[in-house]
C-alpha cells in the first residue's frame, strides 16, 4: 500500500456506514488471501501456523489466513472511523480497563518513567490512539524508515499528540531523555528484523527486540504488557496484561533480557487465546516455510 492508501481509506471510510465497510473489508480479504504464494500470505501462515501448532501444510490454514486478513481489515475499518471522528468517536470506540487506567492515572503522577509494549493484536492502533486523547505525553517508537502506508498512518497517529519515532539509535537516546522526564515510551517488540536479541518465543528463538527493556532497566521505569481486545458488543479493550518492575542485580544486560523474555512470555498467552487477531504479517519464524526449492 502506498503513502496515500491510509489517506485514502480515511476519506472513504469517513463516508460509508461500518456495515458496508466491513463487507468491502471481507470482499478484499479473501481476494488478497486466495494466492498461497503471496510473501505475506506465506508469513502469515507460518506464523499461525507455531501459534495454532499445526504443520505448515496444515489445509486448515487457508481459511485461518484469510480469518486475519479479515480482522485486519476491520482493524483498518476502525482506526480511520476513529480517526475521521476525532476524540470522542476514539472514547466511543476504545476503553481502558479497570485496574490499568487508575494505575495509570497514579503512575503519571510519580517520579518514574512509564514504557507501555504491546503485540500486534487487533486494537493496538486503536488503543494507542485512547492513550494519545488521555492527554499523556507519549512517545511512540516505530519501524524504521517508515515507508508508504507506515509513513502515512504515522502522520494520521501524530493528530493524537504522539511523539512518533522511528526506531534508531536516536530516537532509543530519546527515549532515555523521555523516560527521565517522567513521561511514557510506547511501541510493539513482536516483529522481527529489527535487531535485538535472541529470545525464546512459542518454544522457538528468535531475535526481538530488547531496546524497551533497556530503557526500562537504564531508567527504573515501570514496564506494562498492554493486550488489546475487541468485546462482543464490538468495543476495544485495552487491558495491562501483565506489570514488571525491572530487576537490578547490576548485570544490566541480564536484567533487560528477562523483562523482554518475560513481555514475550506475557503476550503468548493472549496470542494463543486470540491467534486469528495477531495481525502479523512479516515471518517470525521464516525456516517454516518451505523453500522453492523444496
Known amino acids: 500500500m502506498s503513502r496515500w492508501g491510509p489517506a485514502l481509506g480515511l476519506s ?43 504443520p505448515y501444510d496444515d489445509p486448515g490454514l487457508d481459511q485461518v489466513v484469510y480469518e486475519v486478513m479479515k480482522m485486519n481489515a476491520r482493524g483498518f475499518v476502525d482506526f ?18 479497570e485496574p490499568l487506567k487508575s494505575k495509570i492515572e497514579s503512575w503519571v503522577e510519580e517520579d518514574r518513567g512509564l514504557i507501555i509494549i ?21 512517545q ?9 502506508s507506515y509513513f502515512a498512518q504515522n502522520t494520521l497517529r501524530r493528530r493524537f499528540g504522539f511523539n512518533i519515532t522511528p526506531l534508531s539509535v536516536q530516537t532509543l537516546r530519546e527515549g532515555l531523555r523521555t523516560l ?6 510506547m511501541t510493539a517488540v513482536d516483529r522481527p528484523g529489527l535487531g535485538g536479541e535472541a529470545l525464546k518465543f ?34 476495544y479493550h485495552g487491558m495491562g496484561a501483565a ?3 525491572p530487576p537490578n542485580t547490576g548485570d544490566e544486560k541480564r536484567d533487560a533480557y528477562e523483562i523482554a523474555q518475560r513481555v514475550l512470555e506475557t503476550f503468548e498467552i493472549y496470542i494463543r487465546k486470540w491467534p486469528g487477531n495477531w495481525l502479523m504479517f512479516y515471518p517470525v519464524w521464516p525456516e517454516v516455510i518451505p523453500s522453492v526449492e523444496q
Not at 456506514?17 to 500470505?41: C, T
Open 12 to 54: 472513504i471510510v469517513r463516508l460509508i456506514p461500518y456495515r458496508f465497510a466491513y463487507a468491502v473489508g471481507k470482499l478484499l480479504a479473501r481476494w488478497v488471501s486466495r494466492n498461497p504464494n503471496a510473501p505475506m500470505n506465506q508469513a502469515i501462515r507460518a506464523n499461525q501456523a507455531i501459534v495454532r501448532d499445526l
Open 80 to 97: 480511520f472511523k476513529a480517526i475521521a471522528g476525532g476524540e470522542k468517536a476514539v472514547r466511543k470506540a476504545c476503553v481502558i480497563d
Open 118 to 138: 504491546g503485540p500486534h493484536l487487533l486494537g493496538f492502533d486503536i488503543f494507542m490512539l485512547y492513550l494519545g486523547v488521555l492527554g499523556y505525553p507519549i
Open 140 to 148: 511512540a517508537i516505530s519501524y524504521p524508515d517508515p515507508k508508504g
Open 180 to 185: 527521565q522526564r517522567n513521561e511514557v515510551v
Open 202 to 235: 512459542f518454544g522457538r528463538e528468535v531475535v526481538l527486540p530488547v531496546g524497551h527493556a533497556r530503557l526500562a532497566v537504564k531508567t527504573n521505569s515501570r514496564v506494562v504488557a498492554g493486550v488489546p481486545y475487541l468485546d462482543e458488543k464490538g468495543i
Open 243 to 245: 506489570i514488571f518492575e
